[in-house]
Structures are given as C-alpha cells and as structure tokens.
C-alpha cells in the first residue's frame, strides 16, 4: 500500500519534473533579463524583486488579493486550454467574459430571490451567456469553415460594443452613469479577505470538474483524440461537429463563469465600469496562463497564481519608484519567458504536422 | 533523453547558484548602502491616478502637476501610482496607506470613490482625499452611524459658477460678431446622461448667458444685435421684446431660449457629440459647450467640417471646452475651457495635511471640500473654478509636450509655439470688452454681489428650465 503511493508519488513526480525544471529555468531566465532592464534603466533590481514579493506574499491582504487576481485568469486560461486540447486556437474568452459579466448584472441586479438561489442563478446565467457567445463560432467553423480565431476576434470586439450598449442604456446605476448597477446583496459571494471571495473555490471546482471531464469520460477522450490525432479520430467515427460544439461551448462556459467573478465576487464595486475595465483582458491574460500552466488544468491553477502575484506585485515596485511602463514591461519578459516552453512545442507540432500532411 | 535531461538539471543547478550568490552579495550590498546616512525622513503624500496616468491632458495630469507644487511648497515628497485597470483603486490606495510616512492619499477622479470609502475606514489614522468623488456620500447611505468619516474628504467643485463664466462668454460672442453683421442667434451644449451633476452645468451654463446679455444691455444702452432682441424665441401673454417674465419673479424679465442643449444619453459615444452639435451650429449657435467628456471631440469634428468647407482659420463656429483647458485641441477654434483646478484641489489637501487641519476641515463642512469661485475654507480663500487662460495653456501645452515624450505618440495638433500664438491671436480678434465681462462676472461672483443658481434637484431643475428655457 505505502510502497504503491511512494511509487504514485514518484511516477508523478518523474513525469512534473521535465515541465517543472522547464519552468524553473524559464522564470529565472525571465527575471534576469527583467533585472537587466531595470539595471539599464538605473533602477535597483534586487529591492524591486522583493518589494514585488513581499507586497504580494508577505501578508494576508497581499496573498488574497493576488488570488483574486489570479481567480479570473484560471478560467479564460480554461477556455484556451480546452481548445488547444481538441487542436482549437480558441481566443474568444476575452469577449466570453463580457458576456458573462454582463449577465452576471442581468440576474443579479435586477431580479430578488433569497441569498444562494439568486447567487446561484446569476452565476449559471453568466457562464449560459458566456457559452451563448461561442455558438456563432462553434457554427462557422462546423458548417462553414471558418477558421475559429477569426471568428472569436471579430466576436469579442462585437461583444464590447454590445456590452458597453446594454449598461449605458440598459443597465446604468441611475445618477451615476459611469457605470452598470452593482448587484443586490443577495447575488454577491462572501468576501474572505481584502478583494477575495468565495467564487475562488466555484472557479476551482470548475476547472476539477474540466480536468475530469477531460481525462475520465468517453467525452473528454474524443475531445483529445481529435486535437492529438484528428485521423485517428476521423477514422474511429468521432463527430467533429459534436466535438466543435462542445469544445468552444465549454470553453464559453468557463469565461462566462471568468467574467461573473468580477460582478458577484469582486468587491467594493460588484458591477462592471462601462469601460469594461475590470473585465478587460482577462481572456487574453489567460491565454498566457493556459500557456504557462501546459494546457493543463491544474497547471493552469498555479500558473494563474504567479500571474496574480506578479500584477498585484507590480504596484509595490512601482511604489519603490520603478517606471509603471517599466514595471509592465518587466512582468511581460517573465510571462513571456514562462510561456515559451509550451508555445515552443506548440509550434513544434504545428510543423511537424504540416510535413507530415505533406 | 535521460543525457538530455541531467544536462538540463545541471545547467538549471549552476544558474540557481549563481543567482543565489548574485542575490546574496546585492543584498548585503543593497542593506549596506541603505543602512548608511539616515536622512531625514521626509513627510510623504501618495497620488492614485484614475486610469491613464500621466498623459491624459486632463485630471490626471494636473493632479500630478498639484503633487509638484506641493513637493514644491511644501517639502513633502509625492509618490505616484498608476492604476491600469479599475481592479487597481483598493489595491494602490492601500499599498500607500501602508506606507507609514504617507500621511495624505489623494485618489483622482469620481471612478474612485469606494474604493476610497475602502480603504479609507480600515487605515483609520491616514487622511485620505478624492478629486471629484461622492464618498462620503457613499458612507451616509451605507454606514450612517460613522458619517462623515473623520479621515476622508471629497473634493468638489462648483461647475455651477464655472459654467456661468463661459455661458457668459458664448453670449457675448454672439452678440459681438452679430454686431460685425453676423446672424447668431444662439449658443449651444452637449450633455451627457442627464444626471444631477450636469444639472448644475446647465443652469450655470444658460443663466450665465442672460447675466450676459443684460450686461450688454446696461453697457451699451441697447439689446445685444439678434441674440438679445429677435422675437423668435417665443411669444405669449409672458413675453415682453423677446424677453420672459414669468409670475414667478415678479418683476424681473429673462433671456429664456438662448441656449440650444441636448442630453445625448452618453459619455463615450463621439459620434453622439457630434450629431448633437450639427444641428445647433446649422441653427446658429456661435459655441457649443462640450458637457459629455470625450464628446468633445464629436463637437470638435463638426466644427472641423464647417471649418473646413468655408475654408476658415479661426472661428466662428467656436467650441467650448470643460474640466481641464482644452482650447489646445483645435486652436483658433476652442474660445475658451471651464477649468476644475484638480491642481489646486491636491495641493490645498496637503497643506490642510500638513497644518494639521484636514480633519477640522472634514468636521465643519461633513467631509466635503468645495472649491469654485471666491470660497473660503475656514476662513482661508481657496479657489478652484477658473475660465481658462493664455497662462493655463501655456501649462496644459508643457503637459503636452510631456506627453508626447512619455508615450511617443503625437499629442498635440501642431507645433507648441504655434498653438500658443493662434490661441493668443483668437482671443485678441475678438473685442476686448467680452473678457472684461467675464472678469467682472467672476468678481462679482467672487463678492457674493451675484449668485449662480446651483441646481441639483428635480424641482429645481423644472423650476429653472421654465424661466430660461
């Protein structure tokens, strides 16, 4: 029995530890060159680090509103992750996520019904709406063939102007305008400290539920099948159009659920700015962390806490004085360091594949 | 492969190692050089810009340009802190507050009043400011037993005046080149969403017409040509020479209908500022004020066109800027911008800081600071409302100069010596006696001999609509 966990434990440990040195090696040679930027530009790299890191790490406050950061990007970093998984280049979460914040609004401002039911419901309108934004793609690439990242960018742009339409003249706070109504007290997730709710564990508990759907079901095995080896999967009778329609619609699910987190768990405002500042970026930024986390969902979990810890971060070095484009400009060496790894082979497999179709 | 990977871990082992010891000596070296000379500690302010930062031309820019003259003035020294996206207001208001020399936070702009409220009910012992917020509004409707909350102050301004001064300067404007054979016979304003706030900038806006108007009156013993005396704006048993005198003032007549204004129900849709600002230039209108933020450059496209299509240099047709000096974007054409000092608003925060008095401030008037034209803060004039200046564009052009350098883009229309000068030339073509008017209307508001009607209720609204239309 012991002798079994050891082995369990040893068989996982032997098949992280290529991808964990990777990453070692990749964060190390990301904070180097960072260091190096910041030495060119006068400024002291070492003091910088650890302000970045005793202000995220070094106290409650500082860990929890890093998690909050990170809660958002592990569920776009979902969607892509999936994609990536069936061969999809799905960039369509960031527009998923408007969506879902706006229907996080939808139910959750308007609408009365008790504590945990409306919470409920607001939450499952906002990933229905998410996943409702990715049917028009999962329909042009089945039937028409039309290549899913040109879909999903022209469907996130569509998505912002959508949004920004519905809260100036649907769903503004009367006398404020800057802004969508916050949602009733009943439809907003307990706060466990500083901005972090509870929706933490909802995005983590989604993302189990993908990794066993992924690795445990028939389902989830022609999902892989068809990014790993779409003849195989031709040739065992695996519906593409199936796969498509599931493949973008849980992957909608996910940023629809990404965008709710920052209406019904994100204090103090619990709405969205009709700038769609709270939820903008958040699909792209987890495309770096589906790419740092190897597409994998529990990968995906940490490294959306290194993201969360470097953007909550980042302000401290700038309170030491760092440039604030310097300091973005920093973090975006590390991230970009972090995700060469997986892109690399990523684009190993697309050239491969491409010979091989040849 | 298993060669592949030992290689892998023995490179990645020596980099550890060598970072580890780069690490250790930059340390020692870093505490070193810190531990040497103690300097004098001194007192620190921090400045939360709303999103953008530096290089807006607007709130950001001048609350940093505040921090200086404080820095200046004062000794102290300003931190800055960026905000990228909304999610940053709680986190960079806290990291200062944290900081135990920073004595005073000041958030810019009204996107940051709960994150304020925030913030500052759990660092007690901070002071904490807001440029334009409501959040001690936000803390009467929520947490009526702590009202107003010691250490927080809102920042406000009274447009009301300020609107007053330009719709002063429209009207005149139109009077002046309809004495030079012009036909205009109105002045116009682009509103955004039709809340409280901007009820105050309209009645400004059109009460500081008809002050105008009479001051035309009274100066040259005649109406002013068109705008003053055409019967076009209405008819009726109330009506007298193209002027309103309802039973409500007894007594006292009105240039009701002078102003063209529209609430296009949007603060980001330019297109809107400029369908709205069209029409009102085809009627006529020899300004319009720019209520609706970025809808300025919608006003500003339509002038644009007409300039373009008469082949003109200079207006009219003019535009009106607001918040900060605008008379930059299109120079010749912009007459003038209401200016909310978010300068002065940082500064007076920290010499209110540093005197010790922010919270005796807070106390005697519930937590709000309002600064416009001839206010007093306990017993201090403190100002904060201005028509905008050659000097003020002068400032405004050096931020954009700044600007540019910062974010590399092109900023400013056209070379800074150039704006100045056309700037300069606009506002001595037309007659002087225009600027003296809006001098004597702002000292006679700064006197008290005049008061601008301040309206931010329904009733008051309706009230005021009914006299001057």
Redesign the interface.
Known sequence: MTSAAIQGVKRLFQKLKRPLLESLLAIIIGLIIGAILMAIFGYDPIAAYSALLIGSLGSFDGICESLANATPLMLTGLTFAIGMKSGYFNVGAEGQAYLGAIGAIMIGSTIHLPYGVHLAIATLFAMFMGALWSLPVSALKAWRGVHEVVSTIMLNWMALFFVRYLIEYHYYEPGRAERAMPVLPTARYQVLGASLTTVIFVAVAFILFAYFLLWRTTLGYELRLTGSNPEAARYIGINSTRVIFLNFFLGGLAAGLAGATQVLGRPPAWTIYKTLGNVINLGFDGIGAALIGRNHPIGIIFASILLGVLSYGARFMMYLGVDPDLTRAVNGVIIIALSLPELYRIIKRLIVGRRETE | MRRN?SA??K??AI??AV?IIV?GI??FL?WWVRLGPAAPRKIKIAVVSD?G?RGDLSFNDMAFKGGEEAERDFGVEM????S?????Y???L???AK?PDVKLIVGVG??LS??L??VAMKYPDKNFAGIDTYAQAIVKDKYPDKYPLPNLMDIKFEEHKGSALVGAIGCLLAAYYNEKGGNYPYIGGVF??E??VLWKFEIGYKWGCDWALKWYEKKFGRKAPIIGEDSRYGTGPNWKDGMYCPPETPGECWYKGRVLWTYT?????ITKGYEAAKPMYAKGAIAVYNIAGPLGLGINRAVKEIAEAKGLEMGPPFWIGVDADQDWINPGFVIVSMIKRVDRGVYYATKLTIEGKFRDVVREYEGVMTLGIGTKILGIPMEGISASTLKDLDEFVKMGINAEKLTGKKVLPMPPEEIKAKVKKMRELVAPWIWEAAKELEEKIRKGEVEVPCVFTKEKIDYWRKILG
């Open positions: 990977t892998i871990t490179t990645a980099i550890i970072i690490a930059g340390g870093y999103i930062g931190i800055e802190l960026i990228k996206v909304e999610a940053d709680v986190p960079n806290e990291t200062a900081d009204f996107l709960d994150a409220v925030k955004g969403i809340i409280p129900g949007t603060f980001s849709d």
